[in-house]
């Protein structure tokens, strides 16, 4: 903890510091650091946290000190995850099934994590990089888009990562962590969490939330601890207001669900009550009114629209949530953020300023991102499945195919990983 301090937050308490003593016009003179951080310093002390937590929980036996030394400088996790458990690493380094894999899957997973990250990443790079610097300069259509494709881009260029991972960590013989599981899928803030670094929110989950007392002290308490703990995974992400609001815009979003969905429980409860009591009425009298028959109708096909279009409502909603929190996520500060913010609803200046992209290809790669989205497991398990069942030649040829394309599609320069600056 004192490395990332020093690295990652020291240089953002001293300007805050500084911010203070300059508002009551106290003189100081505190040095500034230039220093470059670690790569992956952030998901290293995650790891190393982890380990002695559980140490210290007798839940994970002490190591030897090679086995530990492999666990805390795994390289393929080392940079940006995923967050591996250490009892499950234990298990696989020692395992001597080690490198029974499919080599199809790990294929799959190297394609994959190539057309993520140097084919779709590196295209939408070049939508977001000025947007998000000088928002005052873009129509709020092309803001919109904007926001739009760095949610698709973080998505893209991080799960790409993770597969890539994977991939390297099946061929040292330890099996894929799954990372992310179509998290715009969601149709919650909470069940995002659940598919989005899911290595990630475990952590939080066992080692944050939970010790701050979980659900296990009472509702208010069970929200403050939501609040404290996406407001800390938050930070953790980057020493910047920005970073904390997104944390703090998150916490609140999941209060809010835990709300909804607690009141909804009891709403359901007091209405398959009400229900009970009064349906052999509602029999009774629906077979003397042809009125009350028609309602029940009208009540059928109300319930039918609702179950069909409530799951594309939720997930709507929720994308559009996650979306605009990635707004203070991607900027440099705060104030930017609320620039981007506030062009993007101010419609009149579409009359002002013409739109700079080119809309059909990022749309093009917003379709081809969506189906990667809802169908990706399917896609990747026929892939590996006409790849299990051809000869080598086929697969060879297959395989050099997928390739080409990908490199084809690419650029000349891949932005870096996003995750590598955390």
């Known amino acids: 903890m004192i490395y990332l301090g020093f690295f990652k937050y020291y240089n953002f308490f001293i300007d805050s510091l500084q911010e203070v003593l300059n508002t009551f016009k106290i003189s100081s003179e505190i040095p500034i650091l230039q220093v470059l951080i670690p790569v992956g310093i952030s998901f290293y002390t995650f790891r190393v946290i982890a380990h002695l937590i559980d140490c210290y929980k007798n839940q994970l036996a002490c190591p030897k000190f090679l086995d530990y030394a492999v666990y805390i400088t795994y390289f393929p996790q080392i940079a940006s995850g995923p967050i591996a458990r250490a009892t499950e690493f234990y298990q696989q380094l020692n395992s001597e099934k080690k490198y029974n894999y499919q080599i199809e899957r790990v294929i799959i997973l190297i394609i994959s994590g190539l057309f993520k990250k140097y084919t779709l990443s590196s295209f939408l790079f070049n939508f977001i990089k000025v947007p998000f610097q000088l928002p005052e300069q873009y129509s709020s259509f092309d803001l919109i888009l904007a926001a739009l494709a760095y949610s698709c881009y973080i998505y893209v260029d991080f799960s790409g990562y993770s597969d890539l991972a994977n991939a390297i960590s099946s061929l040292l013989g330890f099996p894929p962590v799954l990372n ?25 989950r066992d080692y944050l939330y939970i010790s701050l007392g979980g659900s296990r002290k009472g509702n208010l308490r069970k929200h403050f601890n939501l609040l404290i703990t996406m407001v800390i995974g938050g930070f953790w992400h980057g020493a910047g207001v920005n970073f904390l609001i997104w944390g703090f815009l998150h916490g609140i979003g999941l209060v809010f669900t835990h709300l909804v969905k607690d009141l909804m429980k009891n709403f359901q409860t007091k209405k398959q009550s009400y229900q009970s009591l009064t349906s052999s009425h509602i029999i009774v009298f629906s077979q003397r ?89 399917k896609i990747s398990i026929y892939l590996q499945n006409i790849l299990a069942k051809r000869n080598f030649i086929v697969q060879a040829i297959l395989t050099s195919t997928l390739l080409y394309i990908v490199f084809r599609l690419g650029p000349n320069t891949v932005p870096p990983f996003v995750y590598f600056g955390f």
């Open 180 to 204: 992310f599981n179509m998290p715009y899928c969601a149709q919650s803030l909470q069940e995002f969490w659940r598919r989005w670094h899911i290595s990630l929110s475990e952590w939080l």
């Open 289 to 377: 009114s042809q009125t009350q028959v028609w309602l029940n109708w009208c009540r059928f096909y109300f319930q039918q629209a609702v179950y069909i279009f409530k799951p594309i409502f939720a997930c709507a909603l929720t994308f559009s949530y996650v979306t605009l929190c990635w707004i203070f996520f991607n900027t440099s500060n705060w104030e930017t953020a609320l620039k981007f913010l506030q062009q993007m609803v101010n419609f009149s200046s579409n009359l002002e300023v013409r739109s700079q992209f080119n809309l059909w290809q990022l749309y093009i790669t917003f379709a081809i991102i969506f189906m990667m989205n809802f169908h990706g497991d």
